[in-house]
């Protein structure tokens, strides 16, 4: 069974800094694709970035970075120049490969982070 | 344009009703999934289809049902049996084959046992 761990309940940060929240991973499938979510308190849920499990390089998208270690099994999300606007809760989410051999399966959470931002 | 749609926004149920959340997507998607929130925790998955006339549980399906007659649609049920379910729902799609792209989420239903 897939498993998403953050161990990191809360972090705070200065504007402008840098920021790195934790996501280790489980599964057994070789295959697999790993994601952030960010959720404001509205409650929507944002798609920041995506990392598959056989991307040679690590994802970026803006001020978002994918710090993807395999062997570990980790799959940490840094923040570049944090925002007031950048807190939130954030997710880490693991789809495992292609289950049964022909299509991807569930989409699993792991507990979430809540970033808070310091002016 | 394209999305998932959640009603209603909130749902307010007396003890001992079933009550029924939509959800809709017009995304072409294949799969779809039914999540709960608790404040301040991760998302639980409820149920999940990849395919019309099927759908599995997830981690927490006891107390709720869904049905996934058209490709579109994937209502969830919350009934007398689910002791406690005052929560956040949320509703998400994605494709299943193919290049892996992320879920998309509807806004959510709010629900409050009263």
């Known amino acids: 069974a897939q498993k998403i761990t953050q161990t990191q309940p809360g972090m705070f940060v200065q504007e402008k800094e840098a920021v790195t929240l934790d996501c280790t991973y489980d599964?057994?499938?070789?295959?697999?694709?790993l994601f952030w979510y960010k959720q404001p308190s509205s409650g929507e849920m944002i798609f920041l970035i995506y990392?598959?499990?056989?991307?040679?390089q690590n994802a970026t998208e803006g001020r978002y970075s994918l710090n993807f270690q395999k062997a570990r099994k980790s799959a940490n999300l840094v923040i570049s120049a944090s925002q007031l606007g950048d807190s939130a809760m954030y997710f880490c989410a693991m789809r495992d490969g292609r289950a049964g051999g022909t299509s991807y399966g569930k989409l699993t959470f792991g507990q979430g982070t809540i970033l808070t931002v310091h002016p | 344009d394209g999305g998932i749609t959640q009603s209603p926004k909130y749902l307010f149920r007396k003890e001992g009703q079933n009550v029924t959340l939509s959800c809709e997507q017009n995304?072409?998607?294949?799969?779809m999934y039914w999540y709960r929130q608790d404040p301040g925790q991760g998302l639980r998955l409820i149920y999940y289809?990849?395919?019309?006339?099927?759908?599995q549980k997830g981690d927490i399906a006891e107390g709720y049902s869904v049905s996934r007659e058209k490709k579109e649609s994937f209502p969830l049920t919350v009934t007398s049996a689910q002791k406690n379910p005052t929560a956040f729902y949320l509703c998400?799609?994605?494709?299943?084959?193919?290049?892996?792209?992320?879920?998309?989420f509807g806004q959510g239903t709010r629900l409050t046992v009263v």
């Open positions: 998400a799609s994605s494709i299943v084959e193919g290049k892996v792209t992320e879920a998309f």
């Open positions: 289809s990849q395919i019309v006339n099927d759908f």
């Open positions: 990392q598959g499990s056989y991307d040679q």
């Open positions: 599964t057994s499938d070789p295959s697999y694709g």
């Open positions: 995304l072409n998607h294949d799969a």
